[in-house]
């Protein structure tokens, strides 16, 4: 029944908080769908892994801005690639979590980074996540979702996504920086995380990966 969908110049923008499982369902309802699924929390985590192997001083406009001049994002076949080289796993750390979110609210990464995301979207079919996406990256997408969950909820996942990485960590640091990263996210000045006042909110907790899938699709064939 996917193959009903016309996919020939698609849009999907999800958005959420961290830990509500956005690109674990984004990349499965793009690759259902056949088309490019473009991880835009991937983009800022490397962004902050970068600035933060070079000792960049945040504030340091110039310094700032010669870094992210230099900096080269793309994806390829699944592939998070930071100036040629793959990324997947070391921007998937605590550190690069952090700094994705100090980073998110600079305007110079913003706005360097949203013009990259823009033109993915205007030149081919995307199912696109983020903080931002719905509202201000690709405010006319054909479809917006919210996804959220409870704190405590995110917190597990992320708990069991680290653990399996071989990471050494505790749950109730873990919960502690997903609450704090919510406050980033929801009280920064340049596009703070909110839902699209045309998206479909849909509340992840105790759903599994096909359950939310499924509920994308489904509203996607429906045109909703």
Known sequence: MINKINTDKLTIAIDGPSGAGKSTIAKEVARLLSVDYIDT????????????????????????????????????????ILDGLVVNDIIRTPEASRM????????EVRKKLVVLQRKMGQTKSVVMDG??????????????????ASAEERAQRRFQELIEKGEQVE???????????DHNDTTR?????????????LD??????SEVTDKIINLVRCGR
């Open 41 to 80: 929390g991937a983009m800022y985590r490397a962004i902050g892994y970068k600035l933060g192997q070079k000792n960049i001083d945040l504030e340091d406009q110039k310094a700032l801005n010669q870094v992210l001049d230099d900096t080269v994002i793309d994806f390829e076949k699944g592939n998070m």
């Open 189 to 201: 000045e340049l596009n703070p995380l909110r839902k699209a006042k045309d998206a479909v909110e």
């Open 131 to 148: 903080r931002d996406i719905g509202t201000n990256v690709l405010p006319d997408a054909e479809f917006k979702f919210f996804m959220t």
């Open 171 to 181: 749950f109730s640091q873990v919960l502690k920086d997903i609450i704090q990263r």
């Open 100 to 107: 994705a979110s100090i980073c998110s609210a600079l305007p």
């Open 204 to 209: 992840t907790t105790g759903m599994s990966i």
